[in-house]
């Protein structure tokens, strides 16, 4: 059996939300991009990912920033998916990183993605 890379199977575009946005904001974006995490940066560099099911009624006037995130790990896009399922059993998502580009994350490989992959 070939190898299963990640660029093979990651989701494409890394949806983002900056640090100072409020919460509100945050679960916005989320239910317009039909997603349940979002990659946060501040000043431009990956911070954390924002999980929606760590949102609460009473975060929503928060800062994105003063929320609970998770840690997230960025991989190079021809990566073996085999290299990251111990990844995805502690961390919402890992990201796909491809050098050449500017913003050079260029996709997210969740959980979900890997079962459809097998």
């Given at each position: 059996?070939?190898?299963?890379?990640?660029?093979?199977i990651?989701?494409?575009?890394?949806?983002?939300i900056?640090?100072?946005?409020?919460?509100s904001?945050?679960?916005?974006?989320?239910?317009?991009?039909?997603?349940?995490?979002?990659?946060?940066?501040?000043?431009?560099?990956p911070?954390?990912?924002l999980?929606?099911w760590?949102?609460?009624?009473?975060?929503?006037?928060r800062?994105?920033?003063?929320?609970?995130?998770?840690?997230?790990?960025?991989?190079?896009?021809?990566?073996?998916?085999?290299?990251?399922?111990?990844?995805?059993?502690?961390?919402?998502?890992?990201?796909?990183a491809?050098?050449?580009?500017?913003?050079?994350?260029v996709?997210?490989?969740?959980a979900?993605?890997?079962?459809k992959?097998?």
């Amino acid at each position: 059996m070939r190898p299963i890379y990640v660029d093979e199977i990651m989701s494409s575009p890394v949806y983002t939300i900056d640090a100072e946005e409020p919460a509100s904001e945050a679960v916005a974006e989320m239910d317009r991009r039909g997603v349940k995490k979002i990659l946060v940066k501040k000043g431009g560099e990956p911070m954390g990912v924002l999980e929606r099911w760590t949102i609460g009624k009473s975060d929503l006037n928060r800062k994105v920033r003063d929320l609970s995130m998770s840690t997230f790990r960025a991989v190079p896009r021809r990566t073996d998916v085999s290299t990251i399922q111990t990844d995805l059993r502690s961390l919402p998502a890992v990201y796909v990183a491809d050098p050449e580009k500017a913003n050079n994350l260029v996709g997210v490989v969740t959980a979900y993605d890997l079962i459809k992959a097998y």
